[in-house]
């Protein structure tokens, strides 16, 4: 009878081991298979920025195809961007990022200066939205057009710029 219970209680350890080790095995191979979980959810969000950044300057709020009467991709109308800004708090959670700028970059202006109402068009920077938070930033080469005048001739006057959008 002790030699018959001593095999049971053999194959019962042996049981539990077995079954421990495949458990440290199925731990180690989810863990290597959820490594990279971190890094791809980041790499989704940049994607998901860029997008943004994108779809921003093609909306209907942004874009100047209606205003200049062409089909045109990634321009921004900057006497849209310039009244939107003084109605900015009723859009806060409509795009859901914090912060949105719009950057002249060319014709370069010395000096950085920030635009308002009474230094529009004079200004290389139009703020949206500019909370302080941190997250993924995103930013794409634009087109930003205005209406001008020469010598009493209606023009649209185009000059480089950069939307960037921060992606919390």
Known sequence: MKHGQVKIQQMAFMLIAVTLFLAL????????KFSGLKEGARELEERNAMLLVSRLANSPEFSCEESFGKN???CIDA?????????AGKYE???????IEVRKIFPK???EK???LNSYPDCNIIRLLSKNVGGF???NFVILCRKDTYEGEPYDKCEIAKIMVSYS
């Open 72 to 74: 045109k991709i990634n």
């Open 93 to 99: 959670d409509f795009w859901g990022v914090p912060n």
């Open 25 to 32: 095995v199925l731990i180690f191979i989810l863990v290597i």
């Open 79 to 87: 006497d849209k961007l310039m009244m939107l800004k003084e109605n």
């Open 137 to 139: 930033d995103a930013s």
């Open 109 to 111: 202006i010395e000096s």
């Open 114 to 116: 920030i635009c308002t």
